[in-house]
Nanobody, 115 residues
Framework: QVQLVESGGGLVQPGGSLRLSCAAS????????MGWYRQGPGLQRDLVAQ???????NYADFVKGRFTISRDNAKKTVYLQMNSLKPEDTAVYYC?????????WGQGTLVTVSS
């Protein structure tokens, strides 16, 4: 019923930038809180950034000042602009949509930061 498709991952050098996109196939996109999570060598997915239905943002400490989350309700898309990338940012990045009891995950997109 709800599908999320991430794109924009790839290989980038330290200090570089990358923009991730997440397209949502949902009837009313504006009802959902959207977020980006990442999974590195471990098994658990960590919150990177989140944006509410009203546009309020929340960031993990390790990305504050470097990453920016935004949403375009008309395009039903959420973005993650990543600047000043570090090798430790290397991970699979997942898009998340939340509304009440419903939570949906995308398939993930790999970001590799290496020289």
């Amino acid at each position: 019923q709800v599908q999320l498709v991430e794109s924009g991952g790839g290989l980038v050098q330290p200090g570089g930038s990358l923009r991730l996109s997440c397209a949502a196939s949902v009837t009313i996109f504006s009802f959902y809180t959207m977020g980006w999570y990442r999974q590195g060598p471990g098994l658990q997915r960590d919150l990177v950034a989140q944006i509410s239905t009203s546009g309020i943002t929340n960031y993990a400490d390790f990305v504050k000042g470097r990453f920016t989350i935004s949403r375009d309700n008309a395009k039903k898309t959420v973005y993650l602009q990543m600047n000043s990338l570090k090798p430790e940012d290397t991970a699979v990045y997942y898009c998340n949509a939340y509304r009440g009891r419903l939570e949906v995950w995308g398939q993930g997109t790999l970001v590799t930061v290496s020289s």
